[in-house]
C-alpha cells in the first residue's frame, strides 16, 4: 500500500533533525491538509472570534491616543475574558503550527500595550505607585515553571526538553526536579545562559558513569545495589559545588529538588533558594536520586558562608523526591506564585497510560484505558494497604506508604511532555548511557517540544510581557522617563 503525502510529510516532522526542519515539514502539512486556510479564517467557536480580532486595532490606537487608562480597562476586561478561551487544547489539535493567526495577533497585541502601559501609567499615578501596582498584578497573574520528573536513564530526556525549551527563549526560570529529574534541574540552574548553550554545544562534558555497582559487602551493609560515592562524584562534576542561594545567584534561574524523607512521620521537603539557601546542590540532587534497593538514604550536606560544609540536618535521612512528591505543584504554588505548569514526563510507571496521541487506534486507546484503569484500581489498593499496615514497623509499613504514595500522584500539567516508547528502552531503566544513547535521548526530548512549541509560547507570552513590562517600569522609574498616559483607570490589568 503507497504511502499517501501527509504520511510522508509526518515521517519527516517525526525524524526531524532540528526546529528548522521540522517547522517547514510542518508548514508543508498544514499546506496539504487545509489547516493553514483554517488558521487564516476570521471566525471560530471556540472563542469570540470577533472580539479577539478587534482587539489589536483597538489597543495600537488607544497607544496612538495616549489613553492609558483606558487601554488598562480594556486589557483588564479582555484578559479576564479571553484568557481561559484561549488556553483550550483544541486550538492548538487542528493545525501543526499552531492556532488561528487572529490568537497570535491578540497575544502580540498583548505583549506591546502591557510595556508600553509601564512607561505610560495612567494620569494620577506616579512612577513609585506605578511600578507597585504592576508588580502587584503580575502577582496576581502567576508563574510558569518547568517540572521535570523522575524517570531513571529515561530522564535524561529532560536535556532534549530543556535545549528545545531554551533555544526557543521558552525556558522558565522556575525548574523543579525529581530523581533524575533533579540531576537535570540541577546542571541547568548552576549554569548562566552562555554556560548553557556552551554545554548543549558540546555534550561530552557531563558525565554519564553514575551507575556502578556497589560490591558485595558495600551492597549488604547499605542494602543497596550502587555505589552513591560513584554518583555523587558525576554530580559535582556535572553540577559543580554551588548551593541553592549560589546557583540562583549566578543563573537567575529558581531551582527545587523534591526529597521524600526516611521517616514515616516527616513530610517531602522542596529544597530551594528560599527553604535551604545553604544546601548544597549536589547534595540535594543525590539525596533526590536514591530510590530504595538502588542507593542508600544520603544526608543532606551544607556550607554557610564563612563555614565548612557540614550536615544540614544531622541523623535525617533522605530518599528518591519522585516516590512522594515527583511534581510538587501545591508547594511551587505556595513558594513562587506559580499557577501554570509545563510537565517533562519520563517515569516507566506513568508513561505507558499518561499519552493521549490524537489519531491512535481504537485498540491502543482501549489498551491504555485498561492500564489507566489498572493503575486507578492499584491507587485504592495502595491505600487499603497503607490503613492497614501504616501503623506496622519495618519494611512492610514503609512499602505500604511509597505504594500509596506512587500510585496517588497527579502526574499531569497544564502543558504535558512525553517522550517516546521505544522498543528495547526497557532494558536500558537503570545503565549508563552512552554518547550516541545521550545524544539519542537528547533529540527525542527535542521532537518531544518542537508540535508543542506554538503552544508553550502562545500560553507563557502574558506571563513574559508582564516580565518585560517590570523591567521597563524598573528602568524607567531610575531613569525618571515615565510619560503620564490619559483618563486613570484600572492599571494594570488583573486577570484571575
Not at 95 to 121: C, D, M, Q, R
Not at 450 to 477: E, K, M, N, S, Y
Amino acid at each position: 500500500m503507497q504511502n499517501s503525502p501527509l504520511d510522508d510529510i509526518e515521517r519527516a516532522m517525526d525524524t526531524a533533525r532540528s526546529p528548522a526542519d521540522w517547522r517547514a515539514a510542518a508548514a508543508a502539512h498544514d499546506a496539504l491538509s487545509g489547516a493553514a486556510e483554517w488558521r487564516r479564517r476570521p471566525g471560530a467557536t471556540l472563542y469570540d472570534s470577533k472580539a479577539i480580532a478587534a482587539a489589536p486595532a483597538d489597543y495600537a490606537e488607544m497607544m496612538r491616543a495616549g489613553a492609558a487608562g483606558a487601554l488598562a480597562e480594556r486589557l483588564e476586561a479582555d484578559l479576564q475574558r479571553h484568557l481561559g478561551d484561549l488556553a483550550d487544547p483544541s486550538l492548538y489539535a487542528v493545525a501543526k503550527l499552531g492556532a488561528p493567526l487572529a490568537v497570535e495577533a491578540f497575544y502580540g497585541a498583548v505583549e506591546a500595550a502591557l510595556p508600553w502601559l509601564a512607561t505610560h501609567p495612567p494620569r494620577g499615578l506616579g512612577p513609585g505607585e506605578a511600578l507597585r501596582a504592576l508588580e502587584s498584578h503580575a502577582r496576581l497573574f502567576g508563574r510558569t515553571a518547568l517540572l521535570l520528573s523522575g524517570g531513571a536513564t529515561w530522564g535524561f530526556h529532560h536535556l532534549g526538553v530543556v535545549k528545545a525549551l531554551f533555544e526557543a527563549a521558552l525556558l522558565p526560570e522556575i525548574l523543579s526536579g525529581a530523581s533524575t529529574g533533579a540531576m537535570i534541574a540541577a546542571g541547568v540552574c548552576t549554569r548562566n545562559d552562555q554556560e548553557l548553550q556552551a554545554m548543549f554545544n558540546d555534550m561530552r562534558e557531563v558525565r554519564r558513569d553514575g551507575l556502578r555497582p556497589a560490591g558485595l559487602r558495600a551492597a549488604r551493609a547499605a542494602r543497596a545495589l550502587l555505589d552513591p560515592a560513584q554518583l555523587y562524584a558525576v554530580l559535582q562534576n556535572n553540577v559543580g559545588p554551588a548551593t541553592f542561594d549560589e546557583a540562583f545567584a549566578h543563573s537567575g534561574r529558581a531551582l527545587n529538588i523534591s526529597v521524600s524523607p526516611v521517616r514515616h512521620s516527616h513530610k517531602p521537603r522542596l529544597l530551594t533558594h528560599l527553604t535551604t539557601p545553604h544546601v548544597l546542590v549536589a547534595s540535594a540532587a543525590l539525596a533526590s536520586s536514591a530510590l530504595p534497593m538502588f542507593f542508600p538514604p544520603v544526608e543532606l550536606r551544607q556550607r554557610r558562608p564563612g563555614e565548612a560544609e557540614g550536615a544540614c540536618w544531622p541523623g535525617e535521612l533522605w530518599v528518591d523526591g519522585s516516590l512522594q512528591d515527583d511534581l510538587p505543584k501545591q508547594r511551587l504554588g505556595r513558594l513562587h506564585n506559580v499557577n501554570h505548569f509545563i510537565v517533562s514526563q519520563t517515569n516507566p510507571h506513568v508513561l505507558p497510560f499518561a499519552q493521549d496521541l490524537p489519531g491512535a487506534s481504537l485498540r491502543t486507546r482501549t489498551a491504555r484505558a485498561v492500564i489507566g484503569a489498572a493503575r486507578g484500581q492499584g491507587a485504592i489498593a495502595a491505600e487499603l494497604a497503607r490503613r492497614v499496615g501504616g501503623d506496622l514497623p519495618g519494611p512492610l509499613g514503609r512499602l505500604s506508604h511509597r505504594a500509596h504514595a506512587l500510585m496517588s500522584q497527579d502526574y499531569g500539567g497544564d502543558i504535558a511532555l512525553y517522550p517516546p516508547m521505544r522498543v528495547g528502552m526497557l532494558p536500558k531503566l537503570m545503565s549508563n548511557p552512552t554518547e550516541a544513547e545521550l545524544a539519542a535521548y537528547v533529540l527525542d526530548g527535542e521532537r518531544t517540544v518542537w508540535p508543542q512549541l506554538a503552544r508553550i509560547r502562545d500560553q507563557t507570552r502574558v506571563g513574559r510581557a508582564f516580565d518585560r513590562a517590570l523591567a521597563a517600569a524598573h528602568a524607567a522609574r531610575a531613569g525618571g522617563t515615565t510619560a503620564p498616559g490619559g483618563v486613570a483607570g484600572g492599571w494594570p490589568p488583573a486577570p484571575n
